[in-house]
């Protein structure tokens, strides 16, 4: 294209690039998905498909790979994947910029969450909620994932941080962490400081397990797993609490299942042992959930808003 009408093409897609197309392929490319993009946005999968195909046409690149129901970014999507990341962080400054001074936010937000969320960003986006905030009150209670959802079904709590292994039909969800679980052991069990182990090795081995790690629970897939694998060891200790799993594996009670960044923020105060498989045994999501009929005060509101922007703008392996 000549260089004349190569700066006209720029200048036209300048103007005329419609934003909410980028907002869309943003969806699309965090979800990983065109079925999920349009549950998210609570639009069709046909509009989602279109919206994809529009911007493709105005960019003249192709964005995605379709692999059966997933996708893949394209290079040239990766780009404009960061580009409307970066876009979106700038506008959703626009809300808090444009408030008075005079206009304050109060009331009290109550949270139900799992323990040990451990995340750099969910901490940034409290103090920063906080500062801008004052006179909101936060109050968080820890509780079990299967009691996260049930007090959101109840409506007893606006907000839930929870493992959610079947999606309820009443409740939003989105991805806040993508954890990793693996098999380690500590100081006092047999397998700990041994290189050159395999799956073998771990089939006759005891466990220490979540109280959730059972079929149908929120951690059923580490279930899945041992049964998969033929393990014939059995549970000898559990609990729902994680520093009480951290506790009782590094006692030497048996092999546990945890996330991996939460062994190896620990390590240093209690060494635990990799165990195979080296790739991991599972991913189990934490999300963010709130009931879709629950009318939210204005707190509430920018406290969502406020948290949705956090997760549009950082990507899900850098949160930890």
Known sequence: MPPARDSEARRFLNDRLDWNLLRTFLVIG?????????ARLHLSQPAISQALRRLEEQLDSALVLRRGPRIALTPAGEDVMQIAAELYGTVSRLGPALEQP???V???IRLLSISRIQSRAYDDFLAQFHRDYPQVELEIEVLRSSDVISGLLQKTAAFGLSLCRTPQPRLEQRVMLEQRYAFFCGQRHRLFGRKNLSLADLQRENFVSFTSDQLGGNLSP??????????TGRIVASSPSLDEILRLVGAGYGIGCLPEHIVA?????????????WEGVSDVNVYLLWNREQKLTHAESVFLERFLQMLMTTDPAERF
């Open 102 to 104: 005079s206009e304050m």
């Open 222 to 231: 580490l279930t899945v797993f041992r049964d998969q694998q033929g393990f």
């Open 30 to 38: 965090q979800e990983g998905s065109i079925s999920r993009a349009a």
């Open 265 to 277: 923020a620990e390590n240093q105060a209690n060494p635990l042992w990799r165990l195979p498989p």
């Open 106 to 108: 109060t009331g009290r």
